[in-house]
Nanobody
Framework: HVQLVESGGGSVRPGGSLRLSCAAS????????????MGWFRQAPGKEREEVAT??????????YYADSVKGRFTISRDDVQNKLYLQMNSLKPEDTGVYYC?????????????????WGQGTQVTVS
Protein backbone atom coordinates (compact mmCIF):
# COMPACT_ATOMS: atom_id res chain seq x y z
CA HIS A 1 0.00 0.00 0.00
CA VAL A 2 1.03 3.57 -0.70
CA GLN A 3 0.59 6.53 1.60
CA LEU A 4 0.24 9.95 0.01
CA VAL A 5 0.42 13.18 1.99
CA GLU A 6 -0.29 16.52 0.34
CA SER A 7 0.90 19.90 1.52
CA GLY A 8 1.24 23.43 0.22
CA GLY A 9 -2.37 24.49 0.00
CA GLY A 10 -3.55 27.85 1.24
CA SER A 11 -5.36 31.05 0.41
CA VAL A 12 -4.12 33.35 -2.34
CA ARG A 13 -5.33 36.29 -4.37
CA PRO A 14 -6.26 35.83 -8.02
CA GLY A 15 -3.10 35.87 -10.10
CA GLY A 16 -1.06 34.39 -7.28
CA SER A 17 0.87 31.13 -7.17
CA LEU A 18 1.04 28.05 -5.01
CA ARG A 19 3.13 24.93 -5.14
CA LEU A 20 1.54 21.72 -3.94
CA SER A 21 3.64 18.78 -2.81
CA CYS A 22 2.75 15.15 -2.39
CA ALA A 23 5.04 12.87 -0.40
CA ALA A 24 4.72 9.18 -1.22
CA SER A 25 5.75 6.29 0.99
CA UNK A 26 4.99 2.63 1.43
CA UNK A 27 3.31 1.30 4.55
CA UNK A 28 5.30 -1.92 4.82
CA UNK A 29 8.04 -1.51 2.23
CA UNK A 30 9.67 1.27 0.31
CA UNK A 31 8.17 2.33 -2.99
CA UNK A 32 9.31 4.43 -5.91
CA UNK A 33 6.85 6.81 -7.49
CA UNK A 34 8.68 6.35 -10.78
CA UNK A 35 6.77 3.08 -11.15
CA UNK A 36 3.40 4.75 -10.65
CA UNK A 37 1.22 7.04 -12.68
CA MET A 38 0.81 10.05 -10.41
CA GLY A 39 -1.92 12.61 -10.67
CA TRP A 40 -3.51 15.67 -9.14
CA PHE A 41 -7.27 15.94 -8.87
CA ARG A 42 -9.46 18.60 -7.36
CA GLN A 43 -12.98 18.93 -6.10
CA ALA A 44 -14.86 22.16 -5.59
CA PRO A 45 -17.92 22.39 -3.36
CA GLY A 46 -20.94 21.01 -5.14
CA LYS A 47 -18.91 19.81 -8.11
CA GLU A 48 -17.56 16.48 -9.24
CA ARG A 49 -13.94 15.56 -8.82
CA GLU A 50 -11.85 16.82 -11.74
CA GLU A 51 -8.60 15.45 -13.08
CA VAL A 52 -6.15 18.36 -13.14
CA ALA A 53 -2.79 16.95 -14.20
CA THR A 54 -1.16 13.54 -14.44
CA UNK A 55 2.31 12.23 -15.12
CA UNK A 56 3.47 8.76 -16.07
CA UNK A 57 6.55 6.96 -17.29
CA UNK A 58 5.43 3.98 -19.36
CA UNK A 59 8.15 1.99 -21.04
CA UNK A 60 10.59 4.93 -20.80
CA UNK A 61 8.07 7.19 -22.53
CA UNK A 62 6.88 10.13 -20.44
CA UNK A 63 3.27 11.18 -20.62
CA UNK A 64 1.57 14.19 -19.13
CA TYR A 65 -2.02 15.34 -19.12
CA TYR A 66 -3.45 18.71 -18.20
CA ALA A 67 -7.06 19.72 -18.01
CA ASP A 68 -7.83 22.44 -20.55
CA SER A 69 -8.71 24.79 -17.72
CA VAL A 70 -5.15 24.69 -16.31
CA LYS A 71 -3.00 24.37 -19.44
CA GLY A 72 -0.29 26.99 -19.53
CA ARG A 73 -0.75 27.81 -15.84
CA PHE A 74 -0.08 24.57 -13.95
CA THR A 75 2.95 22.32 -14.17
CA ILE A 76 3.21 18.81 -12.78
CA SER A 77 6.62 17.43 -11.89
CA ARG A 78 8.16 14.57 -10.00
CA ASP A 79 11.26 14.08 -7.86
CA ASP A 80 12.09 10.40 -7.94
CA VAL A 81 14.87 10.75 -5.37
CA GLN A 82 12.63 12.32 -2.75
CA ASN A 83 9.56 10.37 -3.91
CA LYS A 84 7.57 13.56 -4.26
CA LEU A 85 5.05 14.87 -6.76
CA TYR A 86 4.55 18.59 -7.27
CA LEU A 87 1.98 20.85 -8.83
CA GLN A 88 3.15 24.38 -9.55
CA MET A 89 0.09 26.58 -9.93
CA ASN A 90 0.50 30.05 -11.42
CA SER A 91 -1.99 32.74 -12.43
CA LEU A 92 -4.53 31.26 -10.07
CA LYS A 93 -8.19 32.03 -10.62
CA PRO A 94 -11.16 31.84 -8.25
CA GLU A 95 -12.40 28.82 -10.20
CA ASP A 96 -9.24 26.95 -9.14
CA THR A 97 -10.60 26.86 -5.61
CA GLY A 98 -11.12 23.39 -4.21
CA VAL A 99 -9.57 20.50 -2.36
CA TYR A 100 -6.61 19.12 -4.26
CA TYR A 101 -5.82 15.43 -4.03
CA CYS A 102 -2.73 13.50 -4.98
CA UNK A 103 -3.32 10.02 -6.39
CA UNK A 104 -1.26 7.07 -7.57
CA UNK A 105 -2.02 4.27 -10.02
CA UNK A 106 0.21 1.24 -10.33
CA UNK A 107 -0.43 0.52 -13.99
CA UNK A 108 1.77 0.17 -17.03
CA UNK A 109 -0.32 1.87 -19.66
CA UNK A 110 -1.53 5.26 -20.77
CA UNK A 111 -3.98 6.89 -20.63
CA UNK A 112 -4.97 5.97 -17.11
CA UNK A 113 -8.59 5.88 -16.06
CA UNK A 114 -9.68 7.57 -12.86
CA UNK A 115 -10.81 4.23 -11.46
CA UNK A 116 -7.24 2.93 -11.82
CA UNK A 117 -6.03 5.26 -9.10
CA UNK A 118 -5.99 3.03 -6.03
CA UNK A 119 -4.19 5.37 -3.66
CA TRP A 120 -5.32 8.84 -2.61
CA GLY A 121 -4.09 11.47 -0.22
CA GLN A 122 -6.26 13.29 2.29
CA GLY A 123 -6.33 16.48 0.24
CA THR A 124 -5.17 20.05 0.72
CA GLN A 125 -7.40 23.11 0.44
CA VAL A 126 -6.68 25.78 -2.14
CA THR A 127 -8.71 28.98 -1.97
CA VAL A 128 -8.37 31.75 -4.52
CA SER A 129 -10.28 34.91 -3.67
Amino acid sequence: HVQLVESGGGSVRPGGSLRLSCAASGYTYSISISSYCMGWFRQAPGKEREEVATYADVGNTYYTYYADSVKGRFTISRDDVQNKLYLQMNSLKPEDTGVYYCAAAHVGYWPVKVEDYAYWGQGTQVTVS
